[in-house]
Nanobody, 118 residues
Framework: QAQLVESGGGLVQPGGSLRLSCAAS????????LSWYRQPPGKERELVAA????????KYGDSVQGRFTISRDNNKNTISLQMNSLKPEDTAVYYC???????????WGQGTLVTVSS
């Protein structure tokens, strides 16, 4: 069945970097927009970054623009999020999501916790 599995979360100091990865399986990943969302403690889930099926069109949330970079590898069925200059307010559970270009299908990973603290 369709599955998204995130990895790479953990504890990092302010100003540090972390790279999240998400492995996709069980669906035609190359036809899906892939995204990273996050949910800070006590807050709503929000879009962090998204990349279209070709990998050419990317968008970022205002709070991470210039600090985070999303990428995808359709050969390996993976999506990554490079996070630099991390701030305490980046603390959240990070989720990857796949959204089909041709249907209402969407899939979510189970999430990985990122904690930015000294």
């Amino acid at each position: 069945q369709a599955q998204l599995v995130e990895s790479g979360g953990g504890l990092v100091q302010p100003g540090g970097s972390l790279r999240l990865s998400c492995a996709a399986s069980g669906f035609a990943v190359s036809y899906y927009t892939l995204s990273w969302y996050r949910q800070p403690p006590g807050k709503e889930r929000e879009l962090v970054a998204a990349v279209d099926s070709t990998g050419r069109i990317k968008k970022y949330g205002d709070s991470v623009q210039g600090r985070f970079t999303i990428s995808r590898d359709n050969n390996k069925n993976t999506i990554s999020l490079q996070m630099n200059s991390l701030k305490p307010e980046d603390t959240a559970v990070y989720y990857c999501k796949g959204s089909s270009r041709y249907s209402d299908n969407e899939y979510w990973g189970q999430g990985t916790l990122v904690t930015v603290s000294s």
